[in-house]
């Protein structure tokens, strides 16, 4: 599994993204040439740009970037061009934009983060793309479009936009469109709020194309995307005293294919798979996946490490694959009793779980996804380490995605992590992962073996090697 990696640093899509449009004075070329190599050496980053989701559109040729600070970042795969071959994958920043501000809660004294916990794609159907991006309360639809003409010759305005006075218009013109410089606009086409009371984990859009869900702590709501002030709630686990609460929502998606079921799992460790046409209120579910624990391995973390911080139907429609803090299991839809599959992300940390606890990691939330056929599925790790396990061959690798390894064109070597004892010169020993670094959200182009991986403020893009 070797990838040739091509660093898309978050810092250079700011500096396209915000690049002045006049030439700047010399002196500024220096100041910003030394600014941005000051970011790269000490690796410097605000909080505010801390990637949160990323997530490729229908095609693979987009692929979206949130962060905790509210922004989005668009970025569009290079066309093939016949005398630079190998240029094809490189992804460049298309367009930036702010979709949600922090706001302040003045019923409840509470502060709206404005930190973008999904994005999830529209399927295209004009010249347009679409996108839907959430934080913990609001839901945003997004129009990303191109404009390369502007109308000229109004009659009723100057050319710079002020009104003109009706009495000195004395002759007709006939307005024209005249070619410009490229833009690319983004403009907020929907805003569905007001419908959730707790924080929204996740958001999935149907595969009826008309309607999409918003999934917090407690309760699921089916949308229109054409209609803003009214939400359906299908699943409410809200029990009528707060002090009988036992679990709460982590994750829920819509099956690929089938518009009336969807599944949603709970930090208990189990996946609840429901039909719409069942009944408006979907609280009985129609099938239950969980996997009984274990008693040997039962200890203080159990429950905690079993919580499902991720759940993700296959393409196919067919397997559903669930991520929680040691493993990912592979579900057939069709067997509830026990997971098809079981890979180890890092039963290295067994032993390390006290420490996870004291230092909060053990409530980090991993995420997982499947390549294009399913065949192969990678998840995060500590140490900017992400690990791909490969269904068929039952083989696995882990890889880094870091800045020292990443030059543009470089082969990924594996890595491998001893839990003690004597380590081997290419080994790393479990008690100098840094976890600080740790990979929580990566994407898979959905026809080709491109991957965007997210390290903390870095977007890596890895693709296969090409000769």
């Avoid at 979709?99 to 809660?105: A, G, T």
């Amino acid at each position: 599994s070797q990838h040739c990696s091509t660093d898309g640093a978050r810092e250079r899509s700011r500096e396209l993204a915000c690049a002045p449009t006049t030439p700047p004075m010399e002196e500024d070329i220096d100041t910003r040439k030394i600014n941005s190599s000051f970011l790269r050496d000490h690796n410097y980053a605000t909080e505010a740009d801390i990637i949160s989701t990323v997530e490729f559109n229908a095609t693979g040729e987009l692929l979206a970037t949130g962060d905790k600070g509210g922004r989005v970042v668009v970025f569009q795969r290079e066309q093939e061009s016949k005398n630079q071959p190998q240029r094809r994958g490189e992804y460049n920043v298309y367009s930036t934009f702010q979709s949600h501000e922090p706001e302040f809660d003045y019923l409840k004294s509470l502060e709206i983060e404005e930190k973008i916990n999904k994005i999830r794609w529209l399927p295209q159907h004009n010249a347009a793309y679409f996108l839907l991006s959430t934080n913990d309360k609001t839901v945003k639809l997004w129009k990303i479009s191109e404009r390369d003409k502007r109308p000229e010759g109004y009659n009723l305005k100057d050319e710079d936009g002020r009104i003109r006075d009706p009495a000195t218009i004395t002759t007709l013109r006939v307005p024209v469109l005249r070619p410009m410089d490229l833009m690319v606009e983004a403009t907020a086409r929907r805003v569905y709020s007001n419908a959730h009371t707790y924080h929204i984990n996740s958001i999935s859009v149907n595969s009826d194309y008309e309607t999409f869900m918003s999934t917090d702590d407690l309760r699921i709501n089916l949308w229109n995307l054409e209609i803003t002030n009214k939400s359906f709630n299908i699943v409410d686990i809200k029990p009528a005293n707060m002090e009988e609460l036992t679990e709460v929502i982590t994750a829920a998606e819509f099956h690929p294919n089938q518009c009336n079921t969807f599944v949603y799992s709970s930090s208990k460790g189990s996946i609840r798979l429901c039909d719409m046409r069942a009944s408006a209120l979907c609280d009985n579910h129609s099938k239950f996946f969980e996997e009984p624990e274990d008693p040997s391995n039962r200890s203080f973390f159990s429950e905690i490490i079993s919580s499902i911080s991720d759940v993700k139907f296959s393409h196919n429609g067919r397997y559903l694959m669930t991520r929680d803090y040691l493993t990912v299991k592979v579900w057939d839809l069709n067997m509830e009793s026990k997971p098809l599959e079981t890979y180890q992300v890092h039963d290295y940390l067994r032993s390390k779980l006290c420490s996870l606890y004291e230092n909060d990691c053990i409530f980090d939330k991993f995420e997982c996804v499947w390549n294009g056929s399913d065949s192969v599925i990678m998840t995060g790790s500590y140490n900017n380490f992400f690990r791909m396990f490969d269904r068929n061959t039952k083989r696995d690798v882990t890889l880094e995605a870091s800045r020292e390894n990443s030059k543009p064109r470089a082969i990924l070597k594996p890595r491998k992590v001893c839990l003690g004892g004597k380590r081997r010169k290419d080994e790393i020993s479990v008690d100098s992962l840094d976890f600080s670094k740790k990979i929580l959200h990566t994407a898979w182009h959905p026809s080709e073996n491109i991957i965007a991986v997210a390290a903390t403020n870095n977007l890596y893009i890895f693709q296969d090697k090409v000769n």
